[in-house]
């Protein structure tokens, strides 16, 4: 079993998930159960799906949960961008966390490649 929290990539999405809630946390109160909700979940699914597929033994398995993040932040980042757009939330840390977004993104395609590559 791998300790998920010394993988980079577990890192970076937890802190990229923190963000999210710091963000969403100015926006006006209508969107507290709307696009907050999105933008939390979307968040907190990057490295909690990270931390499930290291729990997994086969490198298959592991890389079908490093997808699933990878959807996560593509999601994540799309709404993002929608809440910039409407001027919600502190765009100094969501230009941060969209920056995080993009390394996350690359990390995480790199290393399902690697896993695949790994099984075969």
Known sequence: MRNFKEIKIWQKGFQIAVNSFKITS???GQEKFSLALQINKAGVSIPSSIAEGSSR????????????????????????????EVKYGDPLLIAKTLDLLGEEEKMLAAFSK??????G
């Open 26 to 28: 100015t926006f006006p």
């Open 114 to 119: 690697t896993l695949l590559t790994t099984n």
């Open 57 to 84: 033994s086969s490198e298959k398995d592991y890389n079908r949960f490093i997808e699933i993040s990878l959807g996560s932040s593509f999601e994540l980042e799309t709404q993002l961008l929608i809440a910039r």
